[in-house]
């Protein structure tokens, strides 16, 4: 497979170019690739962006201001074209600060579709026989320079993306799901960036926490809390510094000299050698603290009435049927957060017409009929509990 030399822009007068340079386009294709597997401080590394003719690669850690690219972005004469646009999204919102309109994303149109693979490479396979490597999707993009197979690799996550969009969307027309799959679209571009700031009180958390003793939840606090700082002062992902099995077994044995942490299962000589002290510190802290008699209580699931539970279940089953029949996912009619706001409304509000005011115009409207029965079936008491209740006045 040859292909024109994909254009690579490491300097500010490179990306005003660019900008210039898609100034006609109705629409482009865009990728990112971040750091987030290897660092704490997690960021963009680089922005692949094609055009009907050209690929081009932007990094960000060399060029440093890619405010010119800002336009094209929140420009909704200009489609942007992603895979998987989720992650994209909150990575150009987060480290750039872009606001993203008019999004085109195949994987969602591939699962409005009902394909059973989503992945890109899949796709492209699928629709133009081309094989696309997969042994680079968890490289370390924020090391510098990138090399050629990197280059390569990352220009073709949106080489095909333009073409594959509008075999999508032929797909989508046939079948008469394109409003759909715009609904879909939407949705996504309204993804916010999450709050990940560190908060020390999630050591409980910790698949394996609620086992502990109150020592060793006391012990847990201070190795996750050890865990998170050196972290962030290596820039390192914290399950890189110690995986969390580790932090477990270590509050659970308790190990007092460094003979008993070094047979501790998981400790292996270079996280001995490198932390080895600091967490014999940290154990002997935790034994000294205050034991943790009580945890918090896990979020809370099973504390809904038994009617919005109910409503719940009912909602799951209609769902489940009606993706069943049109061969799609679940998630496709309805999402799960959609589901439960749902399940809900009826607690919240004794007008119908509030009830579904979760849902987007869109499913409003092919929907709306069918949740509002189901809701007010599940919402009427029954015969049953009608007859206790009046039994109890007497």
């Known amino acids: 497979m040859t292909l024109p030399p994909v254009r690579i822009l490491t300097e500010i007068s490179h990306i005003e170019w660019l900008a210039q340079r898609l100034g006609g386009e109705h629409r482009v294709a865009v990728d990112l690739e971040s750091d987030g597997f290897y660092v704490y401080h997690e960021k963009t590394c680089l922005l692949q962006v094609s055009s009907e003719k050209e690929d081009f690669i932007v990094d960000p850690l060399l060029a440093k201001d890619l405010s010119p690219l800002a336009h094209l972005f929140r420009d909704p004469a200009v489609e942007k074209v992603f895979h998987a646009a989720e992650y994209d999204i909150v990575c150009l919102k987060r480290d750039l600060g872009f606001q993203v309109r008019s999004v085109f994303d195949t994987m969602a149109a591939a699962r409005t579709l009902g394909k059973p693979k989503l992945g890109l490479a899949n796709l492209i396979d699928e629709y133009f026989g081309v094989v696309l490597s997969k042994k680079l999707q968890r490289a370390n993009w924020g090391k510098r320079p990138l090399s050629e197979e990197q280059l390569q690799y990352a220009r073709l996550d949106t080489h095909y993306l333009l073409r594959l969009r509008d075999k999508l969307e032929a797909e989508l027309t046939r079948q008469g799901r394109l409003n759909e799959a715009r609904d879909a679209f ?87 050698q490198r932390h080895g002290a600091d967490m014999l510190e940290g154990i002997g802290r935790g034994l000294q603290a205050q034991p943790i008699q009580k945890l918090p209580e896990p979020p809370p699931r099973g504390e809904w009435a038994p009617s919005t539970a109910a409503r719940y279940e009912a909602l799951r089953a209609w769902r489940k049927d009606l993706a069943e029949k049109r061969g799609v996912e679940p998630v496709v009619v309805l999402e799960n957060d959609e589901a439960k706001a749902l399940a809900e409304a009826p607690a919240k509000s004794k007008e119908p017409s509030k009830w579904l005011a979760a849902l987007s115009p869109f499913k409003r409207e092919a929907y709306g009929p069918d949740l509002l029965r189901i809701l007010r079936e599940t919402n009427a008491p029954s015969k049953s509990r009608r007859r206790r209740r009046r039994n109890s006045y007497r």
């Open 186 to 272: 939407r949705k996504v571009e309204r993804i916010e960036p999450p709050d990940k700031s560190f908060d020390p009180e999630n050591y409980w958390r910790l698949p394996g926490a609620r086992e502990l003793s109150p020592q060793g939840l006391a012990i847990l606090k201070e190795l996750y809390f050890y865990r998170e700082k050196t972290a962030a002062s290596l820039d390192r992902a914290p399950f890189r510094v110690l995986p969390e099995p580790l932090l477990v077994r270590l509050a659970a044995k308790q190990p007092r000299t460094p003979d008993d942490l070094s047979q501790v299962q998981g400790m292996t000589p270079y996280l001995f």
